[in-house]
């Protein structure tokens, strides 16, 4: 039983370390490093299109076209709800 009186079904919690990428001296390998670099610069570049999408709902210009300044689909805002340009300017790398 836990101090609030709870008992964990399988004896308690247990830390087996599978799911670390830790070696038994605590050390990341540098692929587990490299992954978690990857997976920050990837939420960074996520936060600055958020912000650049809070910048045009401000302004006025969220879900018009920086290209042609056509309406853009409600569907491909609802997809993908920072992009900045409509669905005839959209290429599998945009945003």
């Not at 540098?30 to 809070?54: K, Y």
Request: aromatic share 2%; with cysteine.
């Amino acid at each position: 039983m836990t101090e609030s009186g709870t008992s964990w079904p399988d004896g308690g919690p247990q830390d087996t370390g599978s799911a670390s990428a830790a070696g038994t001296d605590g050390a990341r390998s540098p692929a587990a490093v490299d992954g978690g670099l990857a997976v920050l610069e990837q939420i960074e570049r996520e936060l600055i299109e958020v912000d650049a999408a809070l910048v045009r709902l401000d302004d006025g210009t969220y879900g018009t076209c920086r290209v042609c300044s056509a309406t853009i689909d409600d569907a491909l805002l609802a997809d993908r709800p920072t992009t900045d340009v409509c669905a005839a300017h959209t290429t599998p790398s945009s945003p």
